[in-house]
């Protein structure tokens, strides 16, 4: 989407920073439901979720079902693992699902297919970009939540100490990657 211009609206540069993705009630703070179906009924936008719009009528990308599954989640949703380390340039791994943070406790929305909820009982504020939209984790406990969930304690028989293990080593073989995509232009 192009950068909307010095007297552009609210709502455009709303659409701007969430890759053209609306949940409903942003939607409704700027149109009225008459407008909202208008749109919907033309064509203009689909309603991808239960409550969430994209605003064109062209195919979803990656950076999209992001926010798609963000905002079907609410507001305490985190981009998580994998998909918080592909939105900060991660390349040559890619996964059609999206990873998502929801504190443990957290009421649980019905959710898009292709998100993948984690529970966590700690995500410190240092562990997450709040300013980046949408919110995700910092690179490495991106890397090594993503390299926890490739080896899962019970499926390979594992302690929980050789799971740690077998997490950081694979946390810094994903570093690695990432440090061989920065040299070869992959990340960006």
């Not at 918080?84 to 990873?99: D, F, I, M, P, T």
């Not at 957290?106 to 709040?130: C, F, M, N, Y």
């Not at 073989?173 to 440090?179: A, D, Q, S, V």
Request: one cysteine or more.
């Amino acid at each position: 989407m192009e950068m909307p211009g010095d007297d552009a609206d609210e709502l455009s540069w709303l659409l701007f920073h969430q890759e053209r993705v609306l949940e409903a009630t942003q939607a409704r703070r700027f149109l009225s439901e008459k407008a909202i179906r208008h749109r919907l009924g033309s064509g203009r936008w689909r309603q991808v979720h239960r409550r969430v719009y994209v605003t064109h009528n062209g195919p979803v990308g990656p950076k999209e079902w992001r926010w798609v599954a963000v905002l079907a989640a609410g507001p305490a949703a985190t981009l998580g693992g994998l998909t918080a380390a592909q939105a900060w340039g991660l390349r040559r791994y890619e996964s059609r699902l999206v990873h998502l943070l929801l504190p443990a406790r957290h009421q649980t929305r019905t959710l898009p297919p292709g998100v993948r909820i984690h529970r966590t009982t700690a995500l410190p504020s240092e562990d997450v970009l709040d300013v980046g939209k949408p919110r995700r984790t910092m690179p490495a406990r991106s890397l090594v939540d993503a390299a926890q969930r490739r080896r899962p304690t019970r499926r390979r028989g594992l302690s929980s100490r050789q799971a740690s293990s077998n997490a950081w080593s694979g946390a810094t073989t994903c570093i690695g990657c990432w440090n061989g995509s920065l040299a070869h232009g992959g990340v960006g």
